[in-house]
């Protein structure tokens, strides 16, 4: 039982990473590509019914991704645009909830306000990984790439605990909406109070503990689970823990992470484990869907793909209508607001508008729903719910996401931020930092400079290479004839790590140097390598 089941995981994840390769080959962004696939896989004969239970969502999949995308949150730039952040990922959350209850409650038979509810909470967050997969490889500005990421972090509590209050209406047959509102309040800020205290303590034993390289990494995979499960356990919002914590850890990471090894071998970690998850969630996504057809029970496919249009129609327009008028919402708040806001258009509202994809915390949601009532009945159109979900996803993240990238090239927005372009930062940084060097060597190594050869080279390297940054931030406003040189350099240093690396190679067949000792030095090729490909690109 075991081996199978450890068996079919194999597959699948080999499964993932061969559609992940053909969807990088046809240009399709992979969480698309992959729900797609476990689609069409799913209705293939044979293949086992893999069913989703909405507990290993919330526990296995969705506590590091959430971690992940906060640690590479820019604190700077999330309280920068606080403003548009909350007001979509809290005011749209609920507004979305209001409308699709409502409606719902009015199109579909026997669909009470309280279930509308309950499924406006679960379609109405956009999904984190789909947007930030999507607009990768998309130039876009960064305000835009800001507000989405920081909405798609903040908006899963919220939405999650509209989902608990209407649940809990629908089972108890109670609801108040002052106590609802206090409880909301409360949930959500002492989430943050567990996630920061828990963090608090992880960067004290990063910090103060003798770790290791392969501890501190470790550590990092553990402390979003004991952020999530601490603040489950006294039920408040783990999602605002998760979040809270791994924007506070971010933040400090230059103390956590002393050494470059383990800076270096937790990225490795996260890259290889958060990818892993990515694939899987998206492509269960996909063979979930016969499984939920199977328990649709007395409605027919037809009534449940015309009632999940009908909302996803809805949750497209709600969210293009909200965002256009609150881009203009600081203008209208005082001097001070406005001074903090670039002057808002209609092409960032419109891909912002455009970018609601719906994914895994919305299936897991609607999986998590309860059979039965407390009186033993069955819980009211919960396979309807369930299928709209599906729907919704289906559709906002295949056809949105696939035409995000043809609204981003129509509307041609201009980034309006005050930083030079990224090549430009990266050689201005990476010159400072040299000159930050070669002034300390200056200042209080004269003598060591003098009396060893080896300080007086690297005084020289790091002039050498002072001289060759400065060439290359020059270049960036200079002909095309200069720039050209500067390309033929890089690729000349491309070639010459790639004559080294093979040089290693023959070095290991001889046998006259440590493998440890040759594989230090292919990694310092890798580094180097890293750098001119990633100014490249």
């Known amino acids: 039982m075991y081996q199978e089941n450890l068996l079919l995981i194999l597959v699948l994840l080999f499964a993932v990473f061969l559609l992940i390769m053909l969807g990088q080959r046809l240009r399709i962004c992979y969480p698309i590509f992959l729900v797609l696939a476990g689609l069409g896989i799913s209705f293939i004969p044979g293949i086992p019914r893999i069913e989703i239970k909405p507990e290993i969502i919330f526990l296995i999949f969705l506590p590091p991704l959430l971690y992940e995308a906060a640690w590479y949150t820019s604190w700077n730039d999330f309280w920068k645009w606080r403003r548009p952040i909350g007001m979509l990922a809290f005011g749209l959350v609920f507004f979305t909830s209001l409308i699709v209850a409502f409606v719902s409650n009015a199109v579909i038979p026997g669909f009470t306000l309280a279930l509308g509810f309950l499924l406006g909470g679960i379609i109405s967050p956009p999904d984190a990984v789909a947007a930030t997969s999507v607009l990768k490889n998309i130039k876009i500005s960064k305000r835009i790439t800001t507000i989405l990421e920081g909405e798609s972090l903040i908006n899963d509590a919220s939405s999650l605990i509209v989902f608990r209050f209407a649940l809990l209406a629908i089972i108890t047959g109670k609801f108040s909406f002052g106590l609802a509102i206090g409880q909301f309040f409360l949930v959500a800020g002492m989430g943050i ?50 979040v809270s914590g791994g924007l506070f850890l971010s933040f400090r990471s230059n103390e956590i992470f002393t050494q470059s090894s383990a800076r270096l071998q937790a990225v490795s970690t996260w890259a290889t484990v958060v990818f892993i998850l990515n694939g899987l969630v998206f492509i269960l996504i996909g063979l979930e869907l016969p499984v ?37 919402v ?46 033993g009945s069955a819980f009211p159109l919960r396979n309807l719910i369930l299928f709209i979900t599906f729907v919704v996803i289906l559709v906002t ?62 005084k020289d390297k790091l002039e050498s290479d002072i001289t060759i ?20 350099y890089n690729k000349v240093l491309i070639h010459l790590y790639t004559i080294q690396r093979t040089e290693l190679y023959k070095m290991r067949k001889e046998k006259i140097y440590s493998d440890e000792e040759i594989r230090k030095h292919e990694s310092q090729l890798d580094l180097d390598e890293t750098k001119i490909t990633q100014i490249q690109h």
């Open 292 to 328: 939920i057809i199977e328990n649709l029970g007395n409605y027919s496919i037809w009534e449940g793909i015309k009632y999940g249009l009908l909302i996803s129609l809805i949750t497209i327009v709600i969210r293009i209508l909200y965002v256009l008028p609150i881009a203009y």
């Open 330 to 375: 600081p203008k209208w708040l005082g001097q001070k607001v406005r001074m903090d806001h670039v002057n808002p258009t209609w092409k960032g509202p419109v891909i912002i508008g455009w970018a609601g994809m719906r994914g895994v915390v919305s299936l897991a949601s609607a999986l998590s729903i309860p059979m039965l009532l407390d009186d």
């Open 193 to 242: 109070v567990i996630g920061l205290a828990i963090a608090y303590i992880v960067y004290l034993v990063h910090h103060h503990l003798p770790t290791t390289p392969g501890i501190d990494a470790a550590l990092t995979l553990m402390t979003p689970y004991f952020m999530y499960i601490g603040a489950e356990h006294f039920h408040f919002s783990g999602v605002m823990a998760v």
């Open 469 to 488: 940054v400065d060439q290359r931030l020059a270049s960036m406003e200079c002909d095309a004839t200069q720039q050209k040189e500067i390309d033929v």
């Open 397 to 458: 993240l295949v056809f949105q996401g696939l035409t995000l990238p043809l609204i981003i090239k129509w509307v041609n927005i201009k980034d309006t931020e005050d930083f030079p372009p990224d090549e430009e930062q990266d050689a201005a940084i990476h010159l400072r930092l040299m000159h930050v060097a070669l002034k300390e060597l200056n200042e209080k190594y004269a003598v060591e400079m003098k009396e060893n050869e080896l300080v007086g080279f690297l």
